[in-house]
RNA sequence: GCCGGUAUCGUCUAGGGGUCAGGACACGUGGUUCUCAGCCACGGGACCGGGGUUCGAAUCCCCGUACCGGUACCA
């Protein structure tokens, strides 16, 4: 019994999608699985539609989500080289044989392959034995007039020579099987295992596309997703484990797959999942991951100090805490820390309409801060207990002045716990806070 | 048109001749509460349709329908 070997074998047209991105990850984790090897083959025989650009586009996706190859591009492997383009001559040798021995023919300068008579079957992991009578295939082009190969004829030669034993790719080519079959049979080489993966559609049912906004998977590196969020849902996209468990790591997806466990219908796109995923996988991040994922973005938007990692990362691992229930995203975070790092540029239309309109309340706010200026020790409960007591002194509701307070630290209605971040706020900045919104949020009138 | 594939809550799925058809996301209600999120509890929600086979069908078979894919000197 041989090693299984698999191999993705994208073109190059720029980026990895998610399609692009589940197949591969499908191949790799059955590789993985069964200590077989992952091949990775650059499909570039479209020469107008491929650069050097477009192929790193791919590779880079690949690497975020955590796919390494053994044999491909960079890491080269003993059936190189792994270009498409570059295996011409094998190709075309392939065509000469099959002319030379009557297996295809040439058609005005282009070569056709002969399609016999009778019936082609395969045996495919996810769907079955499909079978084809072969009247209804075409006997089709395997080399163009130009001597350039077709698809047929490459993948099938490329994937003898490299010894693939298991191609596993979208559903879209289970029609394509067939004649693939044939190639192999004339080539006097055994056909592959296939397995067709269904195709992931949009909300719509209908294919991904740029229609449906993101479908480069460095688009939601970009967002702020996590890789191995990603690749968890890819991974449970049209594959079921058998067990109610969905956050699984890498090594534990690993463990789990098999070819017979994907199901046979499209999978639809639903972020609202991929959110939870990532908010699951958020979670369980230490800290010292979790702000070393968040460091480049933190400095990006200019709230990154060194200190961070030194004399005020216990102070900001708490700000984190406040923050993980309520950030699905890398970005999230980044957008929800900003009141730890810089004081409110403008504070909320409805919220101040709401919440510092009411009569009284300027007299409130500048009674609170000189509560709060008053404390001797500054922490959650002592912060708690001023703002009620007040509260209750000036014949007002505890949530009238927390919301004040809220739209002073942050200058939004929405945020964590108002003490807790009081605390990690410091005197110093809630004061000042504070002192900033009476000016001006009142200026105008008179104080 | 022809060929092939698929069909379980809105979505991802588990199951598969006898189950209260299970879970997750989303959704609704209540609780916790200073907002939001989270958390806890509860709830609504599905076997595409029609024929068979069978004591019994969502499950097996056939037909239909819908959807997806292919039908290129694209990959």
Same mark, same amino acid.
């Given at each position: 019994? %041989?090693?299984?070997?698999?191999?993705?074998?994208?073109?190059?047209?720029?980026?990895?999608?998610?399609?692009?991105?589940?197949?591969?990850?499908?191949?790799?984790?059955?590789?993985?699985?069964?200590?077989?090897? =992952?091949?990775?083959?650059?499909?570039?025989?479209?020469?107008?539609?491929?650069?050097?650009?477009?192929?790193?586009?791919?590779?880079?996706?690949?690497?975020?989500?955590?796919?390494?190859?053994?044999?491909?591009?960079?890491?080269?492997?003993?059936?190189?080289?792994?270009?498409?383009?570059?295996?011409?001559?094998r190709h075309r040798a392939a065509a000469r044989d099959l002319v030379g021995r009557g297996l295809a023919?040439?058609?005005?300068?282009?070569?056709?392959?002969?399609?016999?008579?009778?019936?082609?079957? #395969?045996?495919?992991?996810?769907?079955?034995?499909?079978?084809?009578?072969?009247?209804?295939?075409?006997?089709?082009?395997?080399?163009?007039?130009?001597?350039?190969?077709?698809?047929?004829?490459?993948?099938?030669v490329?994937?003898?020579?490299?010894?693939?034993?298991?191609?596993?790719?979208?559903?879209?080519?289970?029609?394509?099987?067939?004649?693939?079959?044939?190639?192999?049979?004339a080539l006097g080489?055994?056909?592959?295992?296939?397995?067709?993966?269904?195709?992931?559609?949009?909300?719509?049912?209908?294919?991904?596309?740029?229609?449906?906004?993101?479908?480069?998977?460095?688009?939601?590196?970009?967002?702020?997703?996590?890789?191995?969020?990603?690749?968890?849902?890819?991974?449970?996209?049209?594959?079921?484990?058998?067990?109610?468990?969905?956050? =699984? %790591?890498?090594?534990?997806?690993?463990?789990? #797959?098999?070819?017979?466990?994907? /199901?046979?219908?499209?999978?639809?796109?639903?972020?609202?999942?991929?959110?939870?995923?990532?908010?699951?996988?958020?979670?369980?991040?230490?800290?010292?991951?979790?702000?070393?994922?968040?460091?480049?973005?933190?400095?990006?938007?200019?709230?990154?100090?060194?200190?961070?990692?030194?004399?005020?990362?216990?102070? =900001?691992?708490?700000?984190?805490?406040?923050?993980?229930?309520?950030?699905?995203?890398?970005?999230?975070?980044?957008?929800?820390?900003?009141?730890? =790092?810089?004081?409110?540029?403008?504070?909320?239309?409805?919220?101040?309409?709401?919440?510092? /309109?009411?009569?009284?309340?300027?007299?409130?706010?500048?009674?609170?801060?000189?509560?709060?200026?008053?404390?001797?020790?500054?922490?959650?409960?002592?912060?708690?207990?001023?703002?009620?007591?007040?509260?209750?002194?000036?014949?007002?509701?505890?949530?009238?002045?927390?919301?004040?307070?809220?739209?002073?630290?942050?200058?939004?209605?929405? /945020?964590?716990?108002?003490?807790?971040?009081?605390?990690?706020?410091?005197?110093?900045?809630?004061?000042?806070?504070?002192?900033?919104?009476?000016?001006?949020?009142?200026?105008?009138?008179? /104080?």
């Amino acid at each position: 019994m %041989t090693t299984p070997r698999l191999r993705f074998a994208p073109s190059p047209t720029g980026y990895l999608h998610l399609g692009g991105a589940r197949t591969a990850l499908f191949n790799w984790l059955y590789a993985r699985r069964q200590g077989g090897t =992952f091949i990775l083959r650059i499909e570039d025989t479209d020469a107008g539609r491929s650069s050097d650009e477009m192929v790193s586009g791919i590779l880079d996706g690949l690497r975020w989500l955590g796919i390494d190859w053994d044999e491909g591009p960079e890491v080269g492997g003993p059936h190189a080289p792994y270009f498409q383009s570059q295996r011409l001559d094998r190709h075309r040798a392939a065509a000469r044989d099959l002319v030379g021995r009557g297996l295809a023919y040439e058609d005005e300068g282009a070569i056709r392959f002969r399609v016999p008579a009778g019936r082609t079957t #395969f045996v495919d992991s996810v769907h079955g034995p499909i079978e084809f009578d072969n009247e209804h295939i075409e006997s089709f082009v395997i080399l163009r007039s130009d001597t350039q190969p077709t698809y047929h004829l490459s993948v099938v030669v490329d994937d003898i020579d490299m010894r693939v034993t298991h191609v596993v790719r979208g559903d879209d080519h289970i029609s394509n099987t067939p004649k693939q079959v044939l190639l192999y049979q004339a080539l006097g080489a055994a056909p592959p295992a296939f397995a067709h993966v269904p195709l992931i559609m949009g909300p719509d049912k209908k294919r991904l596309s740029k229609r449906h906004g993101a479908t480069s998977v460095m688009e939601y590196e970009k967002q702020g997703y996590l890789p191995e969020a990603m690749f968890n849902f890819l991974a449970l996209l049209g594959w079921g484990t058998g067990s109610d468990d969905e956050i =699984f %790591t890498r090594d534990e997806l690993i463990a789990r #797959f098999t070819l017979l466990g994907i /199901s046979g219908g499209n999978a639809v796109f639903n972020t609202e999942k991929l959110d939870w995923f990532n908010h699951q996988h958020l979670l369980r991040l230490d800290n010292d991951a979790l702000i070393s994922r968040l460091r480049g973005r933190l400095a990006a938007a200019g709230y990154w100090r060194d200190a961070l990692d030194g004399a005020d990362r216990d102070w =900001f691992i708490r700000v984190l805490a406040l923050l993980k229930p309520r950030a699905k995203t890398l970005n999230a975070f980044v957008e929800q820390v900003s009141p730890f =790092f810089t004081e409110p540029l403008a504070y909320d239309g409805g919220g101040v309409k709401k919440h510092l /309109s009411t009569a009284g309340m300027q007299a409130h706010v500048r009674s609170l801060r000189d509560a709060f200026a008053a404390l001797d020790v500054w922490n959650e409960a002592t912060l708690e207990q001023a703002l009620r007591a007040l509260a209750d002194a000036r014949g007002v509701k505890a949530g009238a002045l927390i919301q004040a307070a809220r739209l002073a630290a942050t200058g939004r209605m929405v /945020s964590p716990g108002l003490f807790e971040m009081l605390v990690l706020l410091g005197r110093d900045g809630v004061l000042g806070r504070l002192d900033r919104m009476m000016e001006t949020v009142w200026s105008a009138a008179t /104080s």
